[in-house]
Structures are given as C-alpha cells and as structure tokens.
C-alpha cells in the first residue's frame, strides 16, 4: 500500500490509532470460503447483502461464531442448515449461537441477510469524471463496515463475490470472472470467484463505467487493465510495461505468482498511491497520467507476494508486508535502471527514516506497543532497509535463496517475524538473533561521528569513531574506502578506534561507500 493526499493519511491514521493488536482470536473455527453476494443502485448509497460463509470446526465443544459486522448495517436474519439460528449484534460484532456443538472436523454454513449504508469500506463516490462509481478499502479492518467477516489476517479464506449493479456498470473483483447475467430490469449480476485463500481486507470490487482490456500475459499471468473511458490510452503507457516487468522480476527472484490474474484498476475513490488486493491492485485515479509508474507499480505487485500470499499474523508484524513491498521496489528499481537509481531510492528512504524518528521517536519496526498512528518511515522505509543489511550481512546469493525458502514455506499462509528470522538463519547458516533485534525490534537508528588522520610514520590511516545515540552501542559491520581500496572493519562498542595499512596519505576515505548501513553519520578529516 502506498498513501497519498492528506485525506487518505488522516483516514489510516485514524483506523491505526487502536492497534497494538489485541484482536479477540476465535481458536475453534477456521473460515473455509465467503460467498459475498451485494447489491448496489443508483437511487442511494445503501447496499443490500447476503454472505454465506462456511466454517470449519477445528475443535469440539464450539457453541458460538462471531462475524465482525459494523452496527451500522441492520442484520435481517441469519440461517444455518436450512433453519434460522439466534443471533446478538452488538458492538460490530455479530455472534452466532450453534443450537448443538459441532465435532472437530465438522463443516457448517451460515447465511447472514442484511442491509444498510456503510459508513466506510465501500464508498460510493463521483470520479474526477464526474461519473458515479463504487470502490471499496478494506485496509487494515473496514471490511466490517459493509461484509460480515473475520475481519483480521489470522484468518484467510477462498471467496466470491456476485455482485448486483446497474447494467451500465463494469464490475471487477478479486480472482476469475465466472459470469454475467443481465437481469432484464436494467441490472446486471457479475460473479468473481478467488480461488486461493486471502485475508479479508483484500477481498474488494470496483464498480464503474470502465474501459476493460485484457493486455496479455507476463511470466504465464494473464493482466488486466481496468481505467475509465477517457483514460484508455494513458492507462496502458502508465501500467502495462511497469506491471510486465514486476511480474517477470518477482517471478524469478521470489517464486511463482499466486493468483489467477493481475488487473490493474483504476480508483474513482482515491486521488493517489495504491492499494494491494489479491489479483486486482487499486491504483489511485491521478495515477493514470500517461507516464509508466514502475516504482508505484512494482511495490504494489510485490505485495502480491508479501503480505498478500504471505501474510502476517497479526498487525503488529505489518513491516512483513510493508517493509518488503518498499525494498522490493527498490529491488525493481536496481534491476531495471541501475545501481545508481537505486542508492538514489535508498539515501532517499534513510533520509525519512531519521525524519520519522525524530517526529515520533520510541517506535521500532515490529510493533509490539500501541501504535503511534502509522509511522511509514518506520514501517515502511526502516522495515524495507533492514532487508537491505539484511543483504549486506549475509550476501546476495544466500539473501534470495532464503527469500524464496521464506515464500515458499508460508505461500497462502501466515508468518511473523520470527518465521522469517528462522528462515533466514537456517538458509544462510547464520545466528541472526542479534540483527533483528537491533534493527527490528530496538528503536531508533545510530548516529555515527568519526576522523580520520594519516600518520606517516607508521604508514597508517587513523580512525577514530563515536557511537552517539543513546542506549548500548549498536553493532556495525563497516566498510572503508580508501582511494580506490575498500576495508571492512566491525564496530561493536560506543567509541572504537581502528588502523588501516596505507603507503601514503590517501586523497579521501569514505565511510560506507556502497550505502550497507542505516546510520546518521559524520565522517572527516581530523583538522
């Protein structure tokens, strides 16, 4: 996901501000399949729905299920086995009674009829068009507001959606499209069918008057672009390069794409960035301006992978979606322009890391106190750059092997950081215990002060360097360029001093030439 324009930051700030996640896990049932059936009009913004969802028993004695459903949308009844079961709905929460406890194992489905206006989630809105449309973001937990779901990561699900709309209206949702049928009353049923299981935040639709295009396949995924009328033309040059050569790139590195397509839609609900649901990315309407968005294109498809297919177990690990999804960008961005756009990427990402822990200090990557609204210099960018010293500590080559051991443990599942870090340590055979929590788990970032003198008579580069933040000092395994030489050395103490052979005074040295290490750092020659 990627933010922008201050309604939208203020919008996710304020649905963060709740979390240190303490959602009320159900640890008896499973959610099997979610058949979303929703009907929209033209006439108001009130939605009729119908979800039946089936649950798998995971342990005997379950008396009661709870959806997640907002108080807002008025519950007409619910069914079960043919017959109508008792019910609460309070506090956005709708609790099924189980007229006789099912076995572990058991199957069962319920059937929940209801309606209402939702008060987010699903937004009916007028495009920059001026057309109507409707597009939902259930991201972190609006599903609640319009589907009644278990609305948290923890549990994933397969779903369909039959969605009801005026006939003038394309609609496009997760998965396969299964069918449409005009209804002979100026409407028109459309039916997605998700075939892998997802969380419930990325189960969604599109409605709007869209220009469809089926632009082929990249790495054997066929891709869809979905625009508004006008923008035909600047929607293909905007995504239809960037998304091929993502797809292709993630496909190599990472592992086979885990979805039945990728469709690239235009969002009549949000001015910029984009929103990552399963097989159908939302990218915000200005997006679309004619111009190929590879940066904004690939984080998106990345997190097909990361947070989509992997997902974490709960909000506190978010860094597992959002931090990958920014580092594979850059990845992109290394592969496709070069080295040097991508240390561009990454100065800039390390200058709003600093900026974020000044503004609000104390936060560290995973998230495991109450949330300070969403710190995206945290998450995001300080998540994306420990996977970049992540690389640097380990290498390449055991780094990619054990990303795709990591994609290929947990595909269409859950995993935390500890999943991740246990990965990486078996692949690359080393203890990482020390990585993770000082980049992962501590707050803040070390600031670095050093000088440097040739002393002559023993043919030696002097190095003295201060560790000044506060707290323990951090390790950093350092490179050195002198002249045209490079050195590692390893700082593990606040004030540390080291000496590096040089036949003569070096014109310069550079203290982390290749960019490896999120410090704040001042290096100089002693005066």
């Known amino acids: 996901m990627q933010i922008h324009g201050k309604a939208g930051v203020l919008a996710i700030l304020a649905a963060w ?11 008896g049932i499973d959610a099997q399949h979610y058949v979303l059936r929703v009907s929209l009009s033209d006439e108001n913004d009130a939605i009729a729905g119908e979800t039946t969802v ?52 058991d199957l069962r489905d319920f059937t929940i009829r209801y309606h209402g206006t939702p008060a987010d989630g699903l937004r009916a809105v007028k495009n920059k068009y001026g057309e109507r449309c409707f597009f939902s973001q259930n991201w972190p937990d609006l599903a609640r507001q319009w589907l009644p779901m278990i609305d948290h990561p923890y549990d994933k699900a397969t779903s369909e959606f039959l969605v009801t709309a005026p006939a003038k209206y394309q609609v496009v949702a997760n998965g396969l499209l299964q069918e449409e049928i005009d209804l002979g009353d100026g409407r028109r049923m ?55 050569q993502s797809i292709e790139f993630y496909s190599e590195r990472v592992g086979p794409y885990p979805y039945e397509k990728l469709a690239s839609v235009q969002n009549g609900a949000a001015g910029g960035g984009g929103m990552e649901h399963a097989s159908e990315i939302f990218f915000g309407q200005n997006s679309v301006n004619g111009r190929p968005a590879l940066g904004l294109v690939a984080h998106e498809t990345a997190h097909q992978w990361f947070g989509d297919s992997v997902t974490e177990k709960d ?38 890391i600093f900026n974020t822990e000044k503004r609000i200090p104390g936060v560290a990557v995973v998230q495991n106190q109450p949330w300070k609204g969403i710190p995206n210099g945290i998450v995001y960018q300080k998540g994306g750059w420990s996977l970049h010293m992540l690389r640097g500590q380990i290498g390449a080559g055991k780094f990619w092997a054990g990303i795709r051991e990591y994609y290929r443990r947990f595909r269409d599942g859950n995993a935390s950081t500890a999943d991740f870090e246990k990965v990486m340590e078996e692949v690359s055979g080393a203890d990482l215990g020390w990585f993770f929590k000082q980049w992962l788990y501590r707050p803040g970032s070390p600031t670095v002060q050093g000088t440097w003198h040739y002393n002559g008579a023993s043919a030696t580069v002097a190095i003295d360097l201060m560790q000044t933040q506060s707290g323990e000092a951090y390790r950093l395994p350092l ?5 045209d030489s490079t050195t590692k050395v390893e700082m593990t103490q606040k004030q540390q001093s080291f000496e590096i052979p040089a036949a003569k005074e070096p014109g310069s040295l550079t203290l982390d030439p290749n960019v490896w290490i999120l410090m704040d750092a001042k290096f100089e020659k002693q005066r």
Request: net charge negative; glycine share 8%; no cysteine.
């Open 315 to 352: 909000w506190d690990d978010v860094w597992l979606s959002e931090g990958f999804a920014t580092y594979f960008a850059a990845l992109a961005t290394e592969h496709y322009e070069g080295r040097d756009a991508f240390l561009t990427q990454m100065k800039r990402s390390r200058a709003a």
């Open 479 to 483: 490179e050195i360029a002198v002249g």
């Open 17 to 27: 501000a709740a979390f240190a996640d303490n959602y009320p896990r159900q640890n």
């Open 54 to 105: 089936t649950m798998r028993f995971v342990s005997d004695g379950v008396r009661e299920v709870a959806l997640d459903l907002a108080n807002r949308m008025t519950v007409d009844g619910v069914s079960s086995g043919g017959g109508r079961v008792t019910y609460t709905h309070q506090n956005d929460r709708l609790t099924i009674s189980l007229p006789s406890a099912p076995n572990a194992g």
């Open 190 to 244: 459309t039916h997605w069918r998700q075939s892998v299981p997802i969380a419930s935040w990325l189960n969604n639709i599109g409605v709007a008057q869209f220009a469809s295009l089926h632009v082929g396949n990249a790495a054997g995924v066929p891709l869809e672009t979905w625009v508004f009328p006008r923008d035909r033309e600047a929607g293909m040059v905007t995504f239809d390069e960037p998304m091929r």
